[in-house]
């Protein structure tokens, strides 16, 4: 279409509506932009990029903390329970007046174990008891004679705090009192006989 052919018949209401229209500014923008100079503004707002600079900034500086805090969490090591399950006969000697206290993260190391034998009937670890064997973070046969050795294990336990009844406690002592080691383990299988088995090594 050339410019001689004219508009359209089916534009000529559009160019009419358009031809109507009359722009012009509002009566208050003089005075505005006549404040803005008078305050030290200047067309391209150096305060408003500022600011927004500094939110940047500040919104950067929010998430790397964020990120460092996240770091931190998944860093950490893992806090310890303490569990104490009593009254076994841990030692041989025949009474169930023997009890364990384990320091351990929870399903998974241990970082503590010692049998007590339960003098005062407490049910649990106390001043009065006896220390029959306290070992660190990896099982260790004590010294001695090792004549008699009864080894005794007893499961399914909560022993490392992780909430379910699948560890074993597994004890290698002299009657009528000695205890020459102790160890826990992890039931993994729910099939196995409930008194432990040798697969489910390793000793924790």
């Known amino acids: 279409m050339s410019d001689d052919e004219g508009i359209p018949p089916d534009l000529e209401a559009l160019d009419r509506s358009l031809s109507g229209i009359r722009l012009q ?12 100079l008078r305050r030290g503004e200047t067309p391209d707002e150096p ?5 927004s600079r500094q939110a940047r900034v500040v919104a950067g500086m929010a998430a790397s903390l964020l990120l460092l805090a996240g770091l931190a969490a ?14 076994y006969d ?5 009474v169930e007046d023997d009890g364990v206290l384990i320091v351990a993260e929870r399903d998974a190391r241990v970082h503590r174990l010692q049998v007590y034998e339960d ?3 407490s049910h649990h670890s106390s001043a009065g008891d006896v220390i029959r064997l306290d070992r660190g973070d990896a ?13 005794t294990r007893h499961c399914c336990i909560d022993l490392d705090g992780g909430g379910p009844s699948d560890d074993a406690l597994l004890v290698i002592g002299v009657p009528p009192d000695r205890v020459v080691m102790a160890a826990i383990y992890e ?18």
């Open 25 to 36: 500014p509002r009566a208050s923008l003089g005075p505005e932009i006549e404040g803005r």
């Open 47 to 51: 305060g408003r990029w500022r600011f």
């Open 74 to 87: 998944y860093l950490r090591p893992t806090a310890s329970v303490v569990v104490d399950r009593c009254c």
């Open 90 to 94: 841990l030692d041989g000697g025949g």
């Open 119 to 121: 003098r005062d009937r």
């Open 139 to 151: 099982p260790a046969m004590g010294t001695g004679p090792a004549e008699g050795l009864v080894t």
């Open 187 to 204: 039931e993994r299988d729910e099939n196995r006989p409930r008194q432990g088995s040798a697969h489910a090594l390793p000793l924790r």
